[in-house]
Every structure is written in C-alpha cells, then in structure tokens.
C-alpha cells in the first residue's frame, strides 16, 4: 500500500473513530436507562411485611425522602427526628418523636405523641396522645411531609 | 428476594468495555500510523509494538470489571465504561503529544498503581471503613503534604512550585492527593459533628451566638491551605478547587442553618486573610498575568513584574497558550483534523493542562462535548450512589460527594480556562491529563466509589 493510501485510509478511519465512540455513548445511555427502569422495578416488586405501606406524597424538608418513596409499616412503627424511631424523618418541623401508627389486625391507628407543630388525617388535626383512626387511602400529615396509606 | 433469584451479572458493562477496548486500539494505532506518515516511512511494520499500550489498558479495566464480578454484585454498571473510555481518550492523546516514551510512563506511574490501588478498595470495600478510622493520620500525611511541598517542592516551567522529589524518586504532584484528603478529613469531621445539633456548647458574644470553637476548624484549616498553596506554590487552581470542594461538602453535610454559619466563619476568616495579603505582600505577578490574559489574549498591554516594565506584551506572554489552544480548538473544527494530522504541539503544555485543547483539535468538537457528558455521567452516577446509601452513613455520602465534586470541578475549571470563559488555572483534567500521581489518586478515588456501591445491593429493597 502507498502512503496516499494509507492518508486515505486514516481520514476514513477517523468517522469510523467517531461513529465508534457517538456508538459507545449511546449504548452508555441505554444502559443508563435500563438500570434506572430496573431500579424503579424493584422498588414495586417489593413485598411488605405487613398489610400497609406509606407512600411520600410531598418529602417537605426531609433530605432522605423522595415524592413516590414507599415505607414499608410493622404492626408498631413510631416516627420522628430521633434516631430510635422506626422510622426517622428528618423535615424540619417534625418533632424528636412524632406519632405512631398501629396495626389491629383491620385497621390502622394513628396516635399522636404530644408534637410540636402536630398530625393531620386528611387535613384535620389528630388529638394529641389519642388513638385515631387513618383509613386506606387517606393522607397523613406530619410536619410538611404527606404521606398516603396503601394497603 | 428480588435479586437472590438471579445470578448477579455484570453483561452492560463487560459489553461496554468491549467497545471502550475497541476505542483505545484504534485510536493507538490510528496515532502510530500518522506518526510514521508524518516522516515517510511505511506504517505498516510500527503498527505491531503500538498494540500493547491499548491492550494493557483494557486489560485493566476487565481486570476491574472481574474484581466487581467476584464481588458478586449487579449495581453500578457504568461508572467503569466511563472512566475506561476516558482513559483511552487520555492515553491516545499522551501517546500522539508525547509518544511511544510518555504513554508509557503515564501507564506505568499512573495507571497500573492507580488500578492497583481501585481493586484493592473493590475487593475490600472494608477498607473504606479502615479509612474512615485512620482519618487523622491520613488527614496530617495529607496536609503535610502542601508543607512538605513548599519547602522540598521543585520549582517547573510556569513558575508553580507542585511537585515533591525526594531522593532519586521521580517528582510527584502532590495536590491531588492533598484534595482527596481534604474530602476525607471534611466527610470524617462533618460526620462526627453534623448531627449533634441540639445542645451543643457555643460561645456567646453579647447577642452574637457562635457555635463553638471546633466548628471553626474546618475554616481555619482551609485557609491555613489555601494560603500556604497561594504563597509559596503560586497555585491558584488548588484554591479556587479547595474553596469548591470546602463549600460544596459542608453544604451537603450541615443543615442549612449551621452551613450558613461555617461558610460564613470561613469566609470571613477568608477575607481577613485576603485583605493582610493584599496590603502585605504582592498577589503573584502570575495571577495578575493570568486574569490579564483571559480579558484579553491578544492585548499589547506590557506586563510589569514588581512594577517594573518588562518589555514583553500580554499576547507573547500569559495570553500566549491560551491563544494557541483557541487556534487549536477553530483548527479542529467539529469533527477534528484526524488523529495525528493536526498541530496540537503548537500549545504550550498541551499533554497536560491543554489536553483538552489538544483533544478537541484532532478529534473536534464531536468528540469534546461526548467527554463532557461523559464527565456529567460520572458525577451523577457517583452522586446517585451518595444518595441512595442508608440513613447513618454518613461518612461514606460525603466521601462520595466530595470525591464528585473534585473530579467535576477541575474538569469545569479546566475547561473553562482552555476556552478562555474562566481564567487560566493549572489543574489536571482528570483520567486524561499526562501526571502519574494524578491519574493514581484519580483512579483510587473510583475504587473507593465502587467500593461504597456494593453496599447499595445488600440494602434490603
């Protein structure tokens, strides 16, 4: 082969270089696209433990929250900012130990633990230190974050 | 239950590496091709001895994707593709600016002790808790460092003092390694103090309320840094990085209010310091030069040093690569003059702070934007894991920001100087920057992140 050829050949080489790479790129992305689909599978295969799952409708301040994160409940969970909660939730006007939510075997009991700024079921607020009752499907209400019961 | 019913497999990645492979050895021997062209000769017979480079570089990053396999884990399949083909745009660039002799010594001080090191953290992802304990003395090693630096540091051609030889050691630059202990002090530090917000001692100024002396600590020890980097390295990147990585972590780590407060001690603290420079001692004619060069590169203005005219205008001077890496770039086009059939050599300092200008000659704009997603891909990859770790790892999600944050601010203040939008700063670019030590810490920094990943699958879904 002649050294034009040789030119030739690696002016051509070059847009296979670059097909290969914008290639690579968009195998990359595909990639992306099925571990974040995977990721999101997973989370909706998930089998809870107990009949009832609270779903983050708004995550207020709460830095470990997303909208659409699931909770997974036991028959007593407590929540608040403290870290021997069941559940901690860090928004920034839930209080150190929050409410509780019961499983009596049918139904669901929320019982508010003295907070601060309060919990609302469907927007009224819960008396404190009294077990209430939260339906499926109803929003619950515990500083800015909502939350939404799924059975 | 999920994920015991299959068998973990790592198949996007191990095809991807295919093609990265791919990538690499046909740049290499497109480059050793030109080479031989450039002076007359038949390509052909050089083709053979320019496959062992590519090969080896491959080599390392299946021999990474095995460590990942033998961890049995699925999670985090494009963090490796990424940084592979990043070092192949790396590599064949060195090669085409530097030859046969400078790819060479990028791989063996670079890129095997840098491998090395990575799938030791992802065979032993424990290790990153062995940091975490040994945070103060791998911290102290680490500001030493910059000390160290000052006093033994050998001075190079831009007038920086960065690199460290001791005894017959070939010089090493040691500012990488001084970021990453930053990050590692700042995670440990933030971690142990961040979440005892309530009840803790403050000191109490009339109505100012300050919270107490050991959250000054990060401050003071930022800008001790920051000025012994300005002082007696003249290296103002190391700074303006410093400063990115200092702000960014404790915003990551603090609740919004104790952040305003630390930023604001440091950046007081700051301030002070700037100001007793200021009226003190002459900012470093280089960085006058510098922010001169990036209003204007082709200004006839004279540069003064010490207030002495020199005879020499801005566009022979400071503006001088930051004109030829502009040509470079126009010269390129969008999609390149061809491997080895530009004129990269043109830039001062073109394997390493220009290696972007240069890639972005050959390859063209084409290729110049696929790196930067490449680069975005990495930090949202490395965040994402940050994110999803358990509540009360604290340490590990500020590891990981911070070691985001540092890949992804030197690429942008890099880039930014090598299209002249930001002032010219000598950093690396990293994974594609020619510098030994560099590229290790660079590459250690993504075993540490594969390392904390794994615990992302045992998480119970």
Not at chain 2, 272 to 295: E, K, Y
């Amino acid at each position: 082969m002649d050294l034009l050829a040789w030119n030739t050949l690696l002016f051509a080489l070059k847009w296979v270089l670059i097909g290969l790479i914008y290639f690579v790129l968009l195998l990359l992305l595909l990639a992306l696209r099925r571990e974040v689909s995977l990721q999101m599978g997973a989370s909706r295969i998930s089998v809870p433990v107990v009949p009832g799952r609270l779903k983050i409708i708004n995550p207020g301040s709460d830095l470990n929250s997303r909208a659409g994160d699931i909770l997974n409940l036991q028959p007593d969970t407590s929540f608040g900012t403290e870290v021997n909660n069941d559940i901690i939730l860090k928004d920034k006007y839930i209080s150190r130990y929050h409410a509780r939510l019961q499983w009596d075997g049918a139904n669901w009991w929320v019982e508010d633990l003295g907070s601060r700024n309060g919990t609302f079921i469907n927007q009224i607020r819960c008396t404190p230190k009294t077990r209430q009752l939260l339906p499926i499907g109803s929003h619950l209400q515990a500083g800015d974050m909502i939350f939404e019961l799924l059975d | 239950m999920y994920r015991a019913s299959q068998r973990p497999s790592r198949q996007s990645e191990a095809l991807l590496l295919v093609f990265t492979s791919l990538i690499a050895i046909l740049g290499y021997l497109m480059v050793a091709a030109a080479a031989q062209l450039r002076q007359g000769f038949d390509p052909l017979p050089a083709l053979p001895a320019a496959l062992l480079p590519p090969l080896l570089l491959s080599a390392g990053a299946f021999g990474l994707h095995i460590a990942m396999r033998t961890r049995r884990v699925e999670v985090e399949q494009i963090v490796l593709p990424v940084v592979s083909l990043l070092l192949a745009f790396g590599l064949v660039t060195i090669f085409r600016l530097r030859g046969a002799e400078g790819a060479w010594q990028q791989i063996t001080r670079g890129l095997l002790p840098g491998l090395i090191l990575a799938s030791a953290f992802i065979l032993r992802p424990q290790l990153v808790e062995f940091v975490r304990r040994w945070t103060l003395p791998i911290s102290a090693i680490g500001l030493m460092l910059p000390i160290a630096t000052a006093i033994f540091g050998v001075v190079d051609e831009t007038g920086a003092r960065l690199a460290l030889k001791l005894g017959p050691l070939p010089a090493i630059q040691t500012s990488e390694m001084i970021k990453l202990s930053l990050v590692i002090f700042l995670a440990w530090f933030i971690d142990r103090e961040g979440e005892q917000v309530e009840g803790r001692a403050r000191i109490v100024l009339g109505r100012l309320r300050l919270p107490a002396v050991r959250y000054f600590i990060p401050g003071i020890l930022f800008v001790s840094m920051a000025t012994l980097a300005l002082v007696q390295m003249s290296d103002f990147g190391a700074v303006l990085i410093l400063g990115f990585l200092f702000a960014a972590m404790l915003y990551a780590g603090f609740e919004t209010r104790l952040f305003t407060t630390i930023a604001g001690i440091g950046l007081i603290l700051a301030l002070l310091v700037a100001l007793v420079l200021a009226f003190s001692w002459d900012i470093p004619t280089v960085i006058q030069h510098r922010f001169a060069a990036f209003l204007d590169p082709w200004s006839i203005a004279e540069i003064q040093v010490n207030g002495r005219p020199t005879g020499i205008t801005i566009a022979e001077g400071p503006g001088y690569q930051i004109q030829q890496s502009i040509y470079a770039i126009v010269a390129g086009g969008l999609a390149g003059a061809g491997l080895g059939f530009g004129s990269p050599d043109y830039i001062p300092l073109a394997a390493s702070d220009f290696i972007f200008a240069a890639i972005l000659e050959e390859l063209g704009a084409a290729v110049g934007i696929v790196i930067l997603v490449l680069f975005i891909i990495l930090l949202m990859r490395i965040l994402r894991v940050a994110l999803l770790l358990p509540r009360g790892q604290v340490f590990e999600r500020l590891l990981l920001i911070g070691i985001g944050m540092h890949l992804f601010t030197q690429v942008f203040v890099m880039v930014g100087g090598t299209l002249n939008i930001m002032p010219l700063t000598g950093v690396t670019v990293p994974f594609l920057s020619q510098g030994g030590a560099a590229l290790m810490i660079n590459l250690l920094e993504i075993g540490i992140v594969l390392a904390v990943a794994q615990r992302l699958e045992t998480r119970p879904i």
